[in-house]
């Protein structure tokens, strides 16, 4: 059993409380969101000081969980880095072998749509300046070397600016005063806040996850309590995730997340500097330099090459069969099932091709090439290729279905087998 761990089960009551508290948490202080990670059985057993961490009451798994729901911090200005190591190329990288200027998600084309831009917070480590005022005012910066990119809410007004190139993305989000309203203009990628990717982590509740409090440490130069998150099923890549959470606020300042394979954290994303007094109005202004190319958020966005008369290729068969567009991976991938549960989890469809060529199934050099990025697996369903990241893995079928989770190769071979 694990330091302070419990095997209490919560209330009926307990568990309307832990609803009410999710969905408390569920509000931002920076204009980003994340992906989810599955959480937790509550332990009971208090914290306590280690060596030279500081001396804080004892406080329990379910009163730290409780005290992040409760956190309301509105107002704030900080440094936070984040690294992220799944064992990839960085993405810039990968979009530089691509040819550059990838664009926006919508096919916006710039530089400056943070529907793509924010995606670089998933591979290497980074350094963001965040400010918070309210729902209605927030800034997030992403520091590079030689320049800087941000996203702006200022009332229903949003911008984004990219240094770089020159260019700005500009939205109108008319969600001025409400969590509700304009969402869908939310940059929403991938998690660039300790609060962010703890809320995810504390969604839900079920049996297959532990949490307990793991002692006290200080976190940009504020006391705060040690949330320890671990899965209790076997099979899982997560070894563990720490919350440190601030001991006055409860504000989450600090997120690791370490895989059960050891070394590194594959997520660490913490305040180094954080200040909970008023940001200066200013924060929040932007106004495109002269010469700034600018993209409106909800221009209409080109369908395809044009005809010799300058008509764009509007529905024609061709643009209708180019792979890509969101809403057709959608129709694409709809018969997508899940197999088992919790940190077990393991998502299953059929891409209705083909599969991928192995060199030992006569795939020729392309089929040896994709077996030299991935490990050449077999068994009941036939055989495939498992393509690993040090935190999620999939197996993609030789007939075309593929199994992906936070679980070992051999859960993913196991549950192929299963299926068949």
Known sequence: MAP???DDSMTGDEADDMRVGRRKAARYVVPVAVVGVAAATIGLVPAFAGSG?????DVSAQQLIEKIAASDVQRLSGTVKISTDLGLPSLGGLESSLGGGMGGRDGSGSSADPSSKLLELASGTHTLRVAADGEDKQKLSLLDKAAEYSVIRNGDEVWAYDSA?????????GSSGSADKGTKDRPEDVPATPKALADEALKAVDSTTSVTVDGTAQVAGRDAYKLLIKPKQSGSTVGAISIAVDAKTGLPLKFTLTPASGGAAVVDAGFTEVDFA??????FDFSPPKGT?????????SEGPAHKDGNAH???KGDKERPGRGEDLGKEFQGLDVIGEGWGSIAQFDTGGEGIPSGG????????FLDSLGDHVSGKFGSGTVFSTRLVNALITDDGKV??????????VKAANAAK
């Open 4 to 6: 302070y761990e419990s």
């Open 53 to 57: 961490d500081p001396d804080l009451p």
């Open 165 to 173: 190139s020159n260019e700005a993305y500009h939205m109108q989000d």
């Open 278 to 283: 008023k940001p200066a109005a200013s924060t």
């Open 293 to 301: 190319k600018v993209t409106e958020g909800d221009e209409p966005k």
């Open 314 to 316: 509007k529905g024609d």
């Open 361 to 368: 199934s006569g795939g020729g050099d392309a089929g040896r």
């Open 403 to 412: 199994y992906a989770g936070a679980v070992t190769k051999d859960a993913l």
